[in-house]
Structures are given as structure tokens and as C-alpha cells.
């Protein structure tokens, strides 16, 4: 593949933005545990719904978004 953004499989992405993701997981939650969880919960959707994406910078925004819902879906059903 020319353009290797384009060409990343799902292990290629988690081991590029598990920490981004990470640090911003913790800001979502209340325990470090909790952030784990939740970065583990999106990449799971990642793999059994792969997202229309192009490159790691719109795989990344997918995936901020998918944490960010899944954190407000725990908030309002009280997990958090």
C-alpha cells in the first residue's frame, strides 16, 4: 500500500491510539479502570462495525465519538 493511513488494519489503530484514547477516557470517568473499560468497549465496536474511515486521524474522531456516547450511555444509566 502507497499511503500506509490507509492501508492500517484494527491492530494498527489500537496500538496508535490506545493512549490518546486513553488520556481522554479518563477525563470521562471516574477510575482508571473505568477509562480501561471504556477505550476497550469502543474498540470492540470498532472491529464488529468497522467505520466508513480513511486514515488514522478520522478512525481516532470515530472512535472519540463512540467513548464519548458510551460514557454519557453508562452516566445516564447510572454506572458512573
Not at 12 to 33: I, K, M, Y
Not at 35 to 45: I, K
Amino acid at each position: 500500500c502507497r499511503r500506509r493511513a490507509l492501508c492500517m488494519n484494527a491492530a494498527d489503530v489500537f496500538a496508535q491510539l490506545q493512549q490518546p484514547l486513553l488520556r481522554q477516557a479518563r477525563g470521562l470517568t471516574a477510575s482508571e479502570e473505568d477509562a480501561e473499560d471504556l477505550v476497550q468497549a469502543a474498540f470492540v465496536r470498532f472491529i464488529e462495525r468497522p467505520p466508513e474511515w480513511r486514515g488514522l486521524a478520522k478512525a481516532k474522531n470515530w472512535l472519540n465519538t463512540v467513548m464519548q456516547n458510551l460514557a454519557a450511555d453508562r452516566y445516564r444509566a447510572g454506572e458512573e
